[in-house]
């Protein structure tokens, strides 16, 4: 079912940290040609702080773990590759198909291949006037044991609906140096959490805990606000126009996530890109510390 990289294979063998990486933000978060650019320096990121890279992707219906240069340029450039969450795995799998992963579709990928930790830029959540058009990333969060390294939810979403789910699902949200959940573009997005970790041995020794009480069924999330957040008053005037704009062209469903992205990057003149950028290299780098400190 899983083809691992020749870099992964030799990590997974040695018994060193492996950091998993979503591919959705090559091929449908960031613009071309920056987006393979970014996922060659994420990865060198990850190498730099001693763990080992595992972008997720389906290839040609095959799922990998880890992906060569040729691969990862065929993510970043084929316009043929889609968007594969959980649901859509077996169906890729069996019409031989590319697709990049998910939040959900990487967790499930990366817990079958035995990788704890998983980097992402912001997860997805229950969206904004709609009872029951939520995210799958919150349902892989409830069944998948696995630590997520985020920027919050995205700004475009409904944030106290996305944490009332979280709290009804059991799944554990951490801020990272702080009790205010970030908003993905926004340090803070308004809302407060419970519980606060100062450092990736705090995070190691809570992890270790939920395997003794058998409590490690579903995730951690691990919420680390961006450092330079977007200008608040820029993002709050971008994100209403976007609103209107996705109505007004009856965008719904899983295309609104993609259009609202579109819509801050060619409206924001370059600033939710280097948002977007400075939230997964921030990320990455905080995720293969906590993967060290979980394998030690």
């Known amino acids: 079912m899983i083809k691992f990289s020749a870099e992964v294979s030799a990590a997974k063998a040695a018994g060193k940290p492996i950091v998993a990486l ?3 933000i090559i091929s449908h978060g960031l613009p071309r040609p920056r987006n393979l650019e970014v996922a060659l320096e994420v990865e060198a990121l990850v190498r730099s702080n ?3 890279p595992a972008t997720i992707a389906l290839i040609d219906g095959v799922i990998h773990v ?4 040729n691969q990862l340029d065929r993510i970043a450039n084929d316009d043929n590759v889609v968007k594969a969450s959980t649901r ?6 069996a019409t031989l198909r590319s697709a990049a992963t998910t939040v959900a579709a990487t967790a499930h990928i990366a817990h079958l291949a035995g990788i704890s930790v998983f980097a992402t830029g912001g997860l997805g959540g229950v969206h904004r006037g709609h009872t029951y058009d939520e995210s799958a990333d919150l349902i892989a969060l409830s069944e998948t044991p696995i630590v997520i390294v985020c920027a919050g939810v995205k700004s475009i979403l409904d944030v106290p609906g996305t ?7 059991a799944v554990p949200v951490l801020g990272y140096g702080t009790t205010q959940f970030p908003g993905f573009y926004l340090t803070d997005s308004g809302y407060e959490i419970e519980h606060r970790v100062d450092s990736v041995a705090e995070i190691a020794a809570i992890w270790q805990n939920r395997i003794d009480l058998k409590t490690d069924d579903r995730a951690i999330v691990i919420a680390n606000p961006v450092v330079n957040q977007m200008d608040l008053e820029l993002h709050n005037e971008i994100l209403e126009s976007g609103l209107q704009s996705a109505a007004t062209n009856h965008i719904t469903g899983k295309a609104v996530t993609p259009f609202l992205l ?11 890109l280097r948002v977007n950028i400075d939230i997964i290299k921030a990320n990455s780098q905080l995720a293969s510390l906590i993967a060290i400190a979980l394998n030690h």
């Open 66 to 69: 880890g992906l060569e240069s």
């Open 22 to 24: 979503e591919s959705t």
């Open 163 to 169: 944490l009332e789910r979280l709290e009804t699902f």
């Open 50 to 52: 001693g763990a080992t």
């Open 262 to 272: 579109e819509y801050f990057h060619t409206q924001s003149g370059g600033e939710s």
């Open 88 to 93: 859509d795995l077996a169906i890729i799998e």
